[in-house]
């Protein structure tokens, strides 16, 4: 297995330099429409991606183990060439998508991916926002590891991803020109995946591709400015309680429930879900995401 670089860690000085200069952008050429800056919002954030890197040490351990565990016990073997990369890069992609929509429609991998929906802002500190129990992902990767991909390949492709992901955090980018708008996941795509209108909610799930979207369904084109955040904002700073608040929602939710159906229901359907009333019930009462910031609080049930 040949060593492959860590993407992320020599991608953080283009991280600092990009957000230095986004911000001198904001403040001398403002834009009354845009979300900006807010001091306290990116230090959330920053606080946020700092903690996730340590929380994702943690995590790597019983992840790597069972990564381990399947590649060797999967006869298949895929090269680590210079023409392979590319396709692995490509298949984490399209993993990536499903991962990602997954967290979308499933309320206890939404509780982890809310974080880094909470913010009401949209700026490349937005990007830092990460989730601190990212131990939900990966399932989704097993297929690779059973095909014979080498996990410190999929670490690689997974990274690389990531960084990929930094510039689209932006209002300071218009649309690029079409070519690119259609392959590509862009400011453009993004600003709208951030959005907490109806129209915009779960929409545009690709990480580098955007044509995963469009084959699948999930494609929404920018048309009018996004608001950004949740459906029900959780108007806190507090690093901890940006983390955790949509499990304490859960919580709360599964104490109320009056039947284990209910209860698989608020763990397993999407972050809106109610059980539907018979004649000899009550109207039940909203998920306690509602006061917890589900960006879909509002509907009845999310679809991608």
Same mark, same amino acid.
């Given at each position: ?60 351990? #019983? ?39 997954? !967290? ?12 880094? !929906? ?60 079409? #070519? ?64 955790? !608040? ?39 009462? #909203? ?12 509907? #009845?049930?999310?679809?991608?």
């Amino acid at each position: 297995m040949p060593n492959l670089p860590d993407v992320v860690l020599w991608s953080i000085p283009a991280f600092v330099l990009l957000t230095v200069v986004e911000m001198v952008s904001c403040r001398l050429h403002p834009d009354e429409d845009a979300a900006g800056y807010e001091t306290k919002d990116a230090a959330t954030s920053v606080t946020m991606g700092l903690g996730s890197l340590g929380f994702d040490l943690l995590w790597k351990i #019983p992840i790597v183990a069972i990564y381990t565990a399947v590649y060797e016990l999967t006869p298949a073997r895929v090269p680590v060439l210079w023409w392979t990369i590319p396709l692995m890069l490509l298949a984490q992609d399209f993993f990536y998508y499903w991962s990602h929509r997954g !967290h979308h429609v499933i309320r206890i991998l939404w509780a982890c991916h809310v974080v880094h !929906h909470s913010s009401r802002k949209f700026n490349l500190t937005t990007a830092l926002r990460q989730p601190w129990t990212s131990l939900t992902v990966w399932p989704f990767y097993l297929p690779l590891i059973a095909c014979g991909m080498h996990p410190a390949a999929l670490a690689f492709c997974s990274s690389a991803n990531l960084v990929y992901q930094f510039w689209v955090h932006t209002e300071r980018i218009d649309k690029l020109p079409r #070519p690119f708008e259609y392959l590509l996941n862009t400011p453009s795509h993004h600003r709208v995946h951030h959005a907490s209108q109806g129209g915009y909610l779960d929409r545009n799930f690709g990480g580098i591709l955007i044509v995963w979207d469009r084959l699948f369904g999930s494609f929404t084109p920018e048309t009018e400015r996004p608001v950004y955040g949740l459906t029900k904002n959780i108007d806190t700073y507090n690093p901890l309680r940006v983390a955790t !608040h949509e499990y304490a929602a859960i919580a709360r939710d599964l104490k109320a429930a009056r039947s284990w159906r209910e209860r698989g229901g608020r763990l397993f359907r999407g972050p809106g879900w109610q059980p539907q009333p018979t004649p000899a019930d009550p109207e039940p009462a #909203p998920p306690a995401a509602q006061d917890g910031g589900s960006r879909a609080a509002a509907a #009845p049930e999310r679809v991608a």
